[in-house]
């Protein structure tokens, strides 16, 4: 029982946004035997967060060591791979996290970003069509959860056609009332 009070605690704290204390928490968790399947994945995501992308990268490796077929963990990876400009490695892993699952249109819309990165249009344009066909990723959420390092964030923006203005909440208000 105590040994998953420092999970619990970690999941708060990230909940909250203090992603440094639910860092700390999450490796007590796996100090005191909590079940590392079920830390590594937060950890990673709260590295990510918190702007340390080799630590993420780090954690998601350990994961898939434990799940070699965790499709998240695959596009967490990649996205810590792209937001610390390790271009080829985040398409390689958001190519093993499509062919695990290819019906997550965020994997699309990040392998998409990391081609137009690599100048391969025709690529980027057609993995952002499928991204579209799925429905199942919004642009300003995408961008707010994977976006972390500036220079992908612009990046996103740029791609999405939002970068022109601030993205305010009257500018997505406006935006959604021209699309009805």
Known sequence: MMKS???????????????????????SALEHGVDP?????????????NGDF??????????????PRNDQA?????IAHFNNDAVDKAVDDFDDAISINGNRGSDYVARSLAMRVMH?????????????????????????????SPAMYKLAMSLFDVAKEAWTEELREKRLRMEH
């Not at 009070?5 to 490796?27: A, K, P, W």
């Open 74 to 78: 695959f596009f967490l990876r990649g």
């Open 5 to 27: 009070t420092d999970l619990v605690r970690g999941q708060r704290h990230f909940l909250r946004g203090e992603y440094g204390v639910s860092i700390m928490d999450f490796n």
């Open 54 to 67: 080799s630590k993420a990268v780090e954690a998601f490796s350990h994961a898939l060591a434990l799940e």
């Open 37 to 49: 399947g079920l830390v590594y994945v937060p950890l990673g995501i709260a590295h990510l967060k």
């Open 120 to 148: 391969r249009d025709a690529e980027a344009e057609r993995d952002m069509t499928t991204a579209l066909s799925l429905a199942d990723v919004e642009v300003e959420t995408f961008a707010r959860e994977y976006c972390v």
